[in-house]
């Protein structure tokens, strides 16, 4: 996917949730804006804590489909809400705000690994399972470096993009990517939770 927001089609009552995650200058997730649409209500509303909810909550959770915007156009005009307003109309809906905890990235003493690391978590299951060079791979960007791999945390509760940057500057390759691999998972049905910097 490469949309600028993220689209999600719910169900029992039927709608459709937009959203989009804020990042400090590290790529790391400062907060999520959020608004719903739904056939029990059929206007735009308020849901940066509806879309916290649903990363934690099992019921909510399993009513929730990531999409990409076509799927979520043709679902928002079959449920009666016309054409899918543009993605600057929809920004302006996202005026709910719900700030996530962050943390300068942990170093433990001196170290000679100069790379960035950085973990993106997600809930539910992929669907279908990522093709191999997805869950792990690697790229150079000009002169930077990447690699990931992707595993289950928490018990198999969720998963884990792990990413290591090896950068030659200033980190301007690191967002970009970390949206790319992001948004190529959430088109396997993982449900991004936030995107986290460890050193």
Do not use: C
């Amino acid at each position: 996917m490469s949309d600028s927001l993220d689209y999600y089609l719910l169900t029992d009552p039927a709608g459709v949730l937009v959203e989009e995650f804020t990042r400090d200058a590290d790529g790391a997730t400062t907060g999520l804006k959020a608004a719903i649409w739904s056939v029990a209500g059929p206007r735009w509303r308020a849901a940066a804590s509806f879309g916290l909810l649903m990363r934690t909550d099992k019921a909510q959770l399993a009513r929730a489909t990531p999409v990409a915007r076509a799927a979520a156009a043709d679902a928002f005009r079959q449920f009666g809400g016309g054409d899918l307003p543009a993605e600057d109309e929809l920004r302006a809906e996202l005026t709910d705000f719900a700030p996530l905890a962050s943390a300068p990235p942990l170093r433990l003493g001196p170290s000679r690994d100069a790379n960035r690391h950085y973990r993106v978590l997600f809930a539910k299951d992929p669907r279908p399972e990522p093709p191999a060079d997805l869950a792990s791979g690697s790229r150079r960007i000009g002169a930077d470096a990447y690699s990931w791999k992707l595993r289950r945390v928490g018990n198999g509760i969720g998963w884990a993009l792990d990413v290591t940057a090896g950068l030659a500057g200033p980190p301007g390759t690191v967002e970009p990517l970390l949206r790319e691999l992001t948004a190529a998972l959430r088109a396997h049905g993982l449900i991004p939770v936030t995107t986290e910097r460890f050193s």
